[in-house]
């Protein structure tokens, strides 16, 4: 008996360390295919946005003396930004710093326009126009709840692929830090906008 014990304890701690691998390995899976989910709809609560300032832009052009480069403003930016797509399978933080820099210029674009509307009482009186803005509201607090819940995600992924002892495998699997959506440069001191024109 004696002589099979070493080969028994191997055996063991063999299965031990397989055991720990594979349970790495499918949370790892699991947290990063969670993170890649909270992007997709952080995309999707942006391309909602991006519809409702169409919508907007066509009940705004109805407006025969509104300020045409304004307009144009908000249409070349909403271009922009719908042509920046990002893989979920290759986050990078270029790739997230080019989605966010072509959605904030859309946003500054939408904010421009918003307080340009001040000036045209029909459309402050246009229920199209309030609802599209009602809608807009809502969709811009989705869009921050959004990223908060990817964050929240790719920081649980973080955690569990470099915390010791799960950093020994995470290369090995193949497993890298994802990038965070950060705050615009500046958005500490962004203007608010006020979609109440009462």
Known sequence: MKKWLPLIIAVIVIFGIY????????????????????????????????????????????????????????????????????????????????????????????????????RYPELKANQNFLELQSQLEGTENRINVERNRYNEAVNTYDIHTTKFPGTLLAGIFGFEEMPRYKADPGSEKAPDVDFNFD
Do not use: C, H, M
């Open 19 to 118: 055991r720990w691998a594979v349970g790495f390995n499918n949370t790892a899976v699991e947290y990063e295919a969670n993170a890649k989910t909270a992007w997709s709809n952080v995309e999707s609560a942006y391309q909602r946005r991006n519809d409702l300032i169409g919508n907007l832009v066509k009940t705004v052009q109805g407006a025969a003396d509104f300020e045409r480069s304004t307009l144009t403003e908000v249409i070349e930016a909403r271009s922009k930004a719908t042509s920046v797509n990002i893989d979920a399978n290759n986050l990078t933080p270029e790739s997230i710093s080019a989605f966010q820099n072509a959605q904030s210029g859309l946003s500054g674009a939408l904010s421009k326009l918003l307080v340009s509307v001040e």
